[in-house]
């Protein structure tokens, strides 16, 4: 069941996801040469809870058996698609890209988003993948209307992706969200042909694509968290949370 928030809800959700948007934006100043992605993570929980935030990630889930996942952020670098462990043994080097996503609960309400960064100066290959991941949940987001279709968001994305020459991993969606981090819908980013749900106003929806410069296929490490390309090619990921409104909608992951 897709669940309609109230006013207050919406409210309380802007709060969580405008935590998460700061941390984005602040974060991008200290992703250099050199700093390790446990760095990253040690920053970004102080500033979280800082912010009277708690990060909604550390101790969630552990599927097949495996330990919680351990910390704040998801960091991913290169060929990482989601679900990274920040360590001090991951240095970031010149070139690199890497994927942080942050989930945020205030009041009991959920945010939730990501953003791939390079360090320092990228290929033009992985340039084009990030700005083509970009590209691609801006289209999602467009195509997020009340009375829209929940197919016409994965329309939108792959189209966008495959026209670049780049594929959608599949095994990985977007989400509803709210109380909880994940709720109904499951949000494809892949188009099977499926209309899906009619879209309405007053749902809130995690939006984000992953894609990879190669194959689609992923698998998991024996961590039992980090995401990889089975083909070893780059991964990109960005995620905005959005309000639908009568009006369209509006991201909430944005300070
Ligand atoms: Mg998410």
Same mark, same amino acid.
């Given at each position: ?80 698609? $989601?679900? #990274?462990?920040?360590? &001090? %043994? ?5 070139? +690199?890209?890497? =994927?942080?996503?942050? *989930? ?52 939108? $994305?792959? #189209?966008?992706?495959? &026209? %670049? ?5 599949? +095994?990985?969606? =977007?989400?509803?969200? *709210? ?66 409104? +009568? ?9």
């Amino acid at each position: 069941m897709i669940l309609l928030k109230t006013d207050r809800e919406l409210e309380l959700m802007r709060e969580a996801n405008r935590i998460v948007a700061i941390i984005l934006e602040e974060i991008a100043a200290r992703i250099r040469p050199g700093v390790t992605t446990l760095e990253l993570d040690s920053w970004a929980e102080e500033r979280i809870t800082g912010l009277k935030g708690l990060p909604s990630f550390k101790g969630y889930g552990g599927r097949n058996g495996a330990r919680p996942f351990p910390a704040t952020l998801c960091t991913s670098v290169n060929q990482e698609v $989601v679900h #990274g462990i920040p360590s &001090a %043994a991951t240095v970031l080097s010149e070139g +690199d890209i890497i =994927g942080i996503d942050v *989930g945020v609960i205030c009041q009991g309400y959920n945010g939730d988003g990501a953003r791939t960064y390079a360090v320092g100066s990228v290929t033009p290959q992985a340039r084009r993948l990030m700005e083509t991941c970009r590209e691609s949940l801006r289209l999602g987001i467009e195509a997020a209307q009340s009375g829209n279709h929940l197919g016409d968001i994965a329309k939108a $994305v792959d #189209g966008c992706v495959r &026209a %670049a020459g780049f594929s959608v991993v599949r +095994d990985l969606s =977007g989400h509803g969200i *709210g109380r909880n981090m994940h709720e109904d819908p499951q949000i494809l980013n892949y188009y099977d042909g499926r209309r899906g749900p009619r879209l309405k106003s007053r749902m809130t929806l995690a939006i984000e694509p992953m894609i990879n410069a190669g194959s689609w296929e992923v698998c998991t490490l024996e961590d039992g968290w980090t995401v990889v390309t089975g083909d070893g090619s780059l991964s990109a990921h960005y995620e905005h949370t959005v309000a639908l409104t +009568d009006n369209g909608p509006e991201i909430l992951t944005r300070c």
